[in-house]
């Protein structure tokens, strides 16, 4: 999970995301390792945003949980953005003298 005030990690966002989708069509971490075909510990990993996945082994997990790895790369793109932290920098304005 993110830490507040801390800018958010990418591997995070995404364990967010899959956990999110896996728990939302009712699945266990169980079946969709089996369907992925990775080890159940290193789902685990993934979700908790502990280890970072391949591009292949995210397309396998996308298989398992029948979602388009362009929409796991949409939330998770839009999750970084929301959770973003912005510092704005002043505005610095000169007075013009009068002639």
Do not use: H
Request: aromatic share 2%; proline share 4%.
């Amino acid at each position: 999970m993110s830490i507040p005030g801390r800018p958010a990690l990418m591997r995070e966002a995404l364990g967010e995301v899959l956990r999110e989708l896996r728990t939302s069509e009712k699945l266990t971490l169980r079946e969709v390792s089996s369907q992925a075909r990775v080890s159940l510990g290193y789902l685990s990993e993934i979700e908790r945003g502990q280890k970072e996945a391949s591009s292949e082994l995210l397309n396998s997990i996308c298989g398992a949980l029948d979602v388009p790895l362009s929409v796991l790369l949409r939330r998770v793109s839009d999750r970084i953005d929301a959770q973003a932290v912005v510092t704005q920098l002043p505005v610095r304005t000169e007075r013009v003298a009068a002639a």
